[in-house]
């Protein structure tokens, strides 16, 4: 299984972006029981952005609430990250991460990560 991540980019502060994950090699064996980002600045660790589980409930960092929204389709496995009003202190790498699961087990995977900076 990999974590495809795509949709980073340098963009000006007060700008949006949007990121995308997705999970291949699969097989048709996993569900995906949670999706989502986190993100690591230089000099930092790495923190959670943002997370949506398979019922559909986000979870946000509180310093992207109301600027950020995700989203995810179960069927494909797949998570989108909108940010909007980016700040020049959200710039990072940003790390898709999934917990998936075959059979009763879960597994944890993380992508390889996206760059995003904001300028000032």
Known sequence: VQLQASGGGLVQSGGSLRLSCAASGTGGLFS????????????????????????????????????????????????????????PEDTAVYYCYAVLIAATYEYDYWGQGTQVTVSS
């Open 32 to 87: 995906m029981k949670i999706m989502g980002w986190y993100r690591q600045a230089p000099g930092k660790q790495r923190e959670l952005v943002a997370t949506i589980s398979s019922d559909g409930s986000p979870r946000y960092a509180d310093s992207l609430k109301g600027r950020s929204t995700i989203s995810g389709d179960n069927a494909e496995n797949t998570v989108h990250l909108q940010m909007n009003n980016l700040k």
